[in-house]
């Protein structure tokens, strides 16, 4: 009898993580969105500096040009972008993972 309402107890702790897990999954996907699409490279052409814009639309890459000189704003933007992507995209793999074990334990069979 005990056993069986600690089964209750641990299956509803599990689908409280897996809610919980489907939010962070919404939200580290609402903050990819958030940040600019691409990211800005240099490429040195005979001796010159030249910034574009690389970005990709239906698997091909496109460069967008920004000019020979460009801000050390929109320099520090595209790199705290590419740094919140990094992390983001690693948090929003391991959230998935999470997921995945956490529907898996909960579709589990029960003991006869």
């Given at each position: 009898m005990?056993?069986?309402?600690?089964?209750?107890?641990?299956?509803?702790?599990?689908?409280e993580e897996l809610n919980n897990s489907k939010?962070?999954?919404?939200?580290?996907?609402?903050?990819?969105?958030?940040l600019p699409k691409g990211s800005l490279i240099r490429k040195k052409i005979k001796g010159s500096d030249y910034y574009y814009i690389i970005t990709r639309?239906?698997?091909?890459?496109?460069?967008?040009?920004?000019?020979?000189?460009?801000s050390d704003k929109l320099i520090e933007k595209y790199k705290n972008a590419k740094e919140y992507r990094a992390k983001y995209r690693n948090l929003l793999s391991k959230v998935k993972k999470q997921i995945k074990f956490l529907k898996g334990t909960l579709r589990g069979r029960e003991p006869i």
């Open positions: 005990v056993i069986g309402r600690m089964d209750m107890v641990i299956k509803d702790v599990l689908k939010k962070m999954k919404t939200s580290y996907k609402r903050e990819l969105k958030k639309n239906n698997g091909k890459v496109h460069f967008s040009y920004k000019g020979k000189k460009v």
